[in-house]
């Protein structure tokens, strides 16, 4: 090989070694910090092919996206004295890379004074809201603050604050214990009173209920009763009109009735005898039945309820 050869490929070497040294690209999730000596020369915000000195300047890249910080648990005194044990998180992201490397410098000393922010504006916040507002009422209402505190603080290190969450916030162990037996004590005397309540408004159902029912059985019996009224009647004027269109009929069909009542199946026990009124018209069996007396019985009312009914009644006719 020629020394024209040689110098060309170490010129072409060196140009390459130029170019690369002077050329740098950012990605469209990337932004980029331009130095020089330390010193802070540009910002570039923009995805592409950029130039630099070679060297002498060097280039710092930054991730343009939301960034994710936890926070471990933490111990914080809530309104009303109440200790609260929290578990916090945090996404920030960069919007100016100058401001950024000139006040946090790096990453990791930006992220130690962040989780510096998060707990003091966290304490701060805390202490105004109660224990349920904490847990169920104003959650929302309380991290917002708490995001918009640590926002302004974060503003003047270059940094947005994208969101802040409380993952999880409980009482101490020795604490929980006392806190669920007085809720469960509150449970139970809400369900006392509303059974309470429901069993009064049941006694009250349950009164005009009897009082509804007793005014209908009063009704109904009386109207039971002026039925049975005017059916006696209706009957007694029947009896009656057929006791004077025939007399001695109407004794022998109230004998047949007491017949049939009174020898009917049943535990019902006589000892008669044969030559007694209630078998006169067995014994006339050849006479007209005009002139033969009623039958008439009496049975004990355990044992009939008709026979005794029927009987008297023929009595009286027969009277």
């Known amino acids: 090989m020629s020394y024209k050869a040689v110098f060309a490929l170490i010129v072409a ?15 469209p999730h990337q932004q980029a910090v331009v130095t020089q000596f330390g010193r802070i020369e540009r910002a570039v915000r923009e995805p592409g092919l950029y130039m630099k000195l070679p060297f002498i300047q060097g280039v710092e890249f930054l991730d343009k996206r939301a960034r994710y910080l936890e926070q471990s648990e933490r111990e914080v005194i809530a309104s009303g004295k109440k200790r609260l044990l929290i578990d916090s998180f945090a996404r920030y992201r960069i919007i100016d890379p100058i401001l950024f490397k000139r006040q946090a410098k790096f990453l990791s000393n930006f992220e130690s004074q962040l989780t510096g922010f998060m707990e003091a504006s966290l304490r701060d916040v805390v202490a105004e809201y ?3 507002d904490i847990v169920r009422d104003k959650r929302d209402e309380l991290v917002e603050l708490i995001r918009e505190s640590v926002d302004e603080k974060t503003k003047r290190l270059g940094v947005e ?3 802040y969450r409380i993952r999880r916030a409980d009482l101490p162990k020795e604490n929980s214990e006392a806190v669920y037996r007085q809720m469960q004590t509150e449970r139970q005397q809400e369900a006392n009173g509303i059974r ?17 029912a007793t005014v209908i059985v009063a009704n109904a019996k009386r109207d039971a ?3 049975r009224g005017e ?3 209706l009957r007694n004027a029947i009896f009656a009109e057929a006791f004077g269109k025939n007399p001695d009929f109407f004794n022998f069909y109230r004998s047949m009735q007491a017949y049939e009542n009174s020898l009917a199946n049943g535990d019902t026990r006589m000892v008669l005898s044969p030559s007694g009124e209630f078998f006169s018209y067995f014994g006339n069996a050849g006479d ?14 355990a044992n009939s309820n008709e026979a005794p009914e029927a009987a008297s009644e023929a009595e009286a006719a027969s009277n």
Not at 13 to 27: I, K
Not at 289 to 300: G, L, M, N, Q, R
């Open 231 to 233: 059916g006696d009647a």
């Open 13 to 27: 070497v060196v140009v390459a070694v130029l170019l690369y040294g002077s050329l740098f690209l950012v990605y």
């Open 288 to 301: 007209s039945p005009v002139s033969a007396k009623p039958a008439v019985i009496e049975t004990p009312a």
């Open 196 to 212: 309470a309540d429901g069993e009064k408004v049941a006694q009250q159902m349950r009164s005009v209920a009897d009082r509804n």
């Open 161 to 163: 604050m994208v969101d």
């Open 130 to 132: 109660t224990f349920k």
């Open 225 to 227: 009763e002026i039925q």
